[in-house]
């Protein structure tokens, strides 16, 4: 998984975007796989898992340890010996050496071991399906940020043809009053719609840098970074709900996720099961101890006295009664397993109903976007008639105001026609897991 995220990445390499270049969409995914911060820390999480994983094979080694001491004595000694005699005397100074090396080694744990290996290599697996599940979720939201500024560009494009509508009847309104065919209010209303629709622009543009910086902050950019974007949103209007349907367990990383989480609490009621058997475990040592004496009271003491030696042996550790702590500690683990399969039914069942409902909206939205791109054409021809007509003074502003504004939710319904197709299509890409290859 994570040399497919470096091969995208690679694939989409860019230099980096200076202010007004034009980013292209693949240029935004690749910065956001490389930078995103939720994408990084996924990374990291699976990493983890990675690493334990890489050292799972110590569970099946020895474990050994070295320990060393060094003990120095100062003593006053006083005794009283059964013959009589009190021999007593102090700064009596000796020292201790004790040093042991120990083995310990589980040669059966009712094969818990190989349980633990086994768990360790699906949480690896875990970790990287969590890292395909953060990337599709980011791509998602990368796409669907990178269109809203080109959906509002577009919006600003359309607001820029109304302003230059108005101009013109700013013109006309003037030129009319000036030759005493037209009236004062006519005028006024021309540049009241004007300086509206301007203050609309300026709305538009503060509208398009606030979206800009969101996607920033999806793709690793500092807040304020300007470039420009495409002009245009493309659509696959080709998506056919059985191939998305199809294999749908197999593609969505959340079920994918849902469903390793059911394997490893498998695992999990394993390894506590593994608990009811015997452990069986080689122990050996290497001891040695030397003490030195520099002056005793005592004939009968050595004043040098040395161990050392080898032992080895087996121990068994058999439970017979813990409290059924371990039963309960098993029940719990299947109980997790039953939970475990809800969780995956009930995530199933959103994404069935999901994939069912986008692609609901993206017939919706595909039929909404054919006829819009229709009346689009149709509202366009309707000003250009109404705006001469105006010019030659046979229809009144009123005409021309009522088809500039036709115009206008026109180009509302189709500008949010076209972005809600591209949502849907998204929406069906991200739940059918086909974001990210």
């Known amino acids: 998984m994570m040399r497919s995220l470096c091969l995208i990445v690679s694939f989409f390499t860019i230099t980096a975007v200076q202010a007004q270049d034009i980013m292209s969409l693949q240029d935004a995914v690749a910065l956001a796989l490389k930078n995103n911060y939720d994408i990084r820390m996924s990374r990291n999480d699976s990493a983890s898992y990675a690493l334990d ?59 818990k071991m190989f ?3 086994d768990k360790l290599e699906e949480f690896e697996r875990l970790g990287s399906l969590g890292v395909k599940t953060q990337v599709v979720n980011t791509v998602a939201s990368v796409v669907n940020g990178y269109f809203d500024i080109v959906r509002q560009k577009q919006q600003l494009k359309a607001i820029e043809e109304q302003i230059s509508i108005n101009e013109e009847r700013v013109k006309l309104a003037d030129k009319k009053l000036s030759v ?4 004062k209010p006519e005028l006024l209303q021309a540049r009241v719609d004007l300086n509206a629709q301007r203050a609309q622009r300026l709305t538009q543009q503060t509208l398009i840098a606030q979206l800009r910086d969101n996607l920033n902050q999806l793709i690793g950019f500092k807040s304020g970074s300007v470039y420009e974007v495409n002009d245009s949103i493309p659509i696959n209007t080709t998506l056919q709900y059985g191939d998305l349907k199809n294999n749908l367990e197999q593609s969505n990383p959340g079920l994918l996720f849902a469903k390793k989480n059911i394997d490893i609490a498998q695992l999990t009621v394993k390894e506590r099961k593994a608990e009811l058997f015997p452990t069986l475990n080689f122990n050996s040592a290497y001891n040695f101890s030397q003490t030195r004496n520099t002056t005793v009271i005592n004939t009968f003491t050595a004043l040098f006295n040395q161990n050392k030696g080898f032992n080895y042996g087996f121990g068994i550790n058999v439970p017979i009664l813990n409290g059924f702590n371990t039963n309960r500690l098993i029940k719990q683990a299947k109980l997790d397993v039953q939970y475990q399969q809800l969780v995956y039914e009930n995530e199933f069942t959103k994404v069935d109903v999901g994939l069912s409902n986008a692609f609901k909206d993206y017939e919706l939205q595909k039929q909404l976007l054919v006829l819009e791109e229709d009346n689009i054409t149709l509202a366009k021809e309707n000003v250009f008639i109404a705006l001469e007509r105006f010019r030659q003074g046979v229809s009144t502003w009123l005409e021309l105001r009522d088809a500039q504004q036709s115009l206008e939710l026109s180009y509302n319904r189709l500008i949010a026609a076209r972005y809600n197709t591209k949502l849907a299509e998204t929406e069906l890409l991200r739940l059918k897991g086909d974001l990210v290859h």
């Open 53 to 111: 994983n890489d050292y799972a094979y110590a569970a099946f080694l020895p474990k050994l340890n070295a320990t060393a001491t060094k003990v120095w004595n100062n003593n006053a000694q006083k005794q009283e010996l059964q013959n009589g005699n009190k021999p007593s005397a102090t700064g009596i100074r000796s020292n201790n050496l004790q040093a042991s090396v120990n083995l310990q080694w589980t040669l059966f744990d009712g094969l």
């Open 115 to 117: 349980v633990t290996r």
């Open 180 to 183: 005493g065919l037209g009236s």
